[in-house]
């Protein structure tokens, strides 16, 4: 029996859209650092386990799926710089393209979300990202080392007692490692936008070498098995 939940993974890409390519400035080292890196390979593992999978096929260089389709500039939906301070574009996209890049990317993104929750026997969506290690100049956390694990739920987007359920079990499991609620992050847009249809949570993994990728992966799936049959909640 699959896991009664929705993945979502939308910074796990590192492709660069043709509408852009020729006055993007990003390397492809600038373009991994402002992604999710291991985010693939922490969360992929979860596709056939859960109801339904849904990964982006941009990079969050390009078009930021977690942003509102209005925050346009700075670290919006299209960015003038990365969260390092790298510029991203020899000349910033006119209208034309920033409308294009939207309708191709950005809206059948969020679409896919709004169906899949539509499922049958769907409880929680779940919105997978990865973080870097210590807080990067675009971050509320700025130079500060993060913990391995942060869930958050915009102290509303799904009830705090599933938020506590499962950071609980990813602390057990994880016994040696920091796991927090809120904090760094707070929830950020998917999951606000979102949850007006059903609960959504977020959830952080610190990119630190100090658990391995597999760790990661499997204590993920172990906790969410966990709270899957947690007879406390209507899963």
Not at 137 to 148: A, E
Not at 185 to 195: K, N, P, Q, S
Not at 196 to 223: C, D, N, Y
Request: hydrophobic letters at 40%; charged letters at 20%.
């Amino acid at each position: 029996m699959k896991l009664p939940f929705l993945i979502s993974v939308p910074h796990g890409s590192l492709q660069i859209p043709a509408e852009i390519q020729d006055i993007c400035l990003l390397s492809t080292a600038d373009i991994l650092q402002d992604s999710d890196e291991e985010a693939e390979a922490i969360y992929s593992s979860l596709k056939g386990k859960v109801l339904d999978f849904v990964m982006a096929d941009i990079a969050r260089a390009a078009v930021d799926l977690n942003r509102a389709s209005d925050d346009i500039g700075g670290d919006g939906v299209i960015k003038t710089h990365t969260c390092y301070g790298r510029q991203v574009y020899e000349k910033f996209p006119d209208q034309q393209i920033i409308s294009l890049l939207l309708k191709r990317y950005y809206t059948p993104y969020h679409a896919k979300l709004s169906r899949a929750q539509r499922l049958p026997g769907v409880k929680l969506a779940i919105d997978c990202h990865t973080m870097a290690e210590v807080g990067p100049p675009v971050s509320p956390d700025v130079g500060q080392k993060r913990p391995l694990i942060c869930l958050s739920n915009a102290d509303s987007t799904c009830p705090m007692e599933w938020v506590l359920a499962l950071a609980a079990y990813l602390q057990d499991i994880f016994s040696a490692e920091e796991v927090t609620v809120n904090k760094p992050f707070r929830g950020g847009y998917t999951v606000r936008r979102h949850a007006v249809e059903m609960p959504w949570l977020q959830i952080e993994f610190s990119r630190t070498g100090t658990v391995s990728t597999q760790q990661k992966s499997a204590g993920l799936i172990l906790a969410l098995e966990q709270l899957a049959v947690d007879k406390r909640f209507c899963f």
